[in-house]
Each structure stands twice: as C-alpha cells, then as structure tokens.
C-alpha cells in the first residue's frame, strides 16, 4: 500500500480488524519509509460495475460518489454514520448482483427507497436533485406523500 503522506510503495500492518458493520476490514499501518502511520480499509468487490448515466454515457461506478451524494441527503440529521455505510454498501451489493451494468437511474431508485427507510426528510432532500423539483409544489406533494404512508390509518374510523 503506497504511504500517503512520501508516496513510498511499501508499508506494514500493524494492526487489523473489522470494521463496525463487518463490510470491510480496517488496518493500521505504518510506513517503511518515513515511519508515519495511516488507516486502510479492504471491501469486497463482486466486480467492477459500470454506470450508464440518462445520456447513455458510461462511467465507472464509484462508492464515494454513491456516500456524497447520501451524505449530502443526510446532512444535520441525525443518522448514525453506520447506517448510512450500511446503505451504501447494501446498495452497492444490490447493483453488483444486477450485473457489469447498471443504469444511474437504478441506483438512484435504490437510494431512494433506502432514505425512505432511514429518514423521511434525508429522502426528500433527495428526491428534490434526483427528480428534478422545479417548484415549491414539487415539496408538497412529496411531503404528503410521505407523511401518509408514515401515518397509520385511525383504527377507530374504520369501526
């Protein structure tokens, strides 16, 4: 593993682990080179998955870009970190499993039915990018939505 801070090509493992969710194993090391220490974690990758944007353009997929964007959703909320490493993961799992490709628009279907899941309003602020909202109104409507869903029906009005 190449040091990050002399660029140097060799480091040893001092110490290895897993992660919190057991996705991925985090290692200190230390570098040979100028003795500093830096933290590495190891995934697994079922294989290299290509995204094929709305303009049929082909990018590869990129796990940092998938925790910006659900980051940026979650921002001042209050979500604990490995849930949202847990969604990201799970969901890249989820895109591995579909094949070489996948549509952008896959994953961005897949964020949002994981957001719905976590919090209400992390899924609105996404759903605000990924579908585009040109109005107020768009807000509304979703907001509604949402809170419909979230609200169990009266039992009493029912008898």
């Not at 090509?9 to 003795?35: L, W």
Request: some cysteine; glycine content about 6%.
């Amino acid at each position: 593993m190449r040091c990050p801070f002399c660029a140097h090509e060799d480091s040893q493992v001092k110490d290895s682990r897993p992660s919190e969710d057991g996705a991925a194993i985090r290692r200190r090391r230390q570098c040979e080179a100028c003795g500093a220490r830096f933290t590495t974690f190891e995934r697994v990758q079922l294989r290299d998955l290509t995204v094929v944007k709305k303009d049929s353009k082909r990018e590869p997929f990129e796990r940092d870009k998938l925790a910006r964007a659900i980051g940026h959703a979650c921002r001042k909320r209050e979500i604990d970190a490995a849930k949202i490493d847990r969604l990201v993961s799970g969901i890249q799992r989820q895109m591995e499993t579909l094949g070489d490709e996948v549509k952008s628009s896959r994953i961005g279907e897949a964020v949002m039915a994981g957001l719905k899941s976590l919090d209400h309003v992390a899924y609105i602020r996404f759903a605000s990018i990924y579908k585009d909202f040109s109005d107020p109104g768009d807000f509304a409507e979703i907001a509604e939505r949402v809170e419909k869903e979230a609200t169990p029906p009266d039992h009493d009005k029912l008898l």
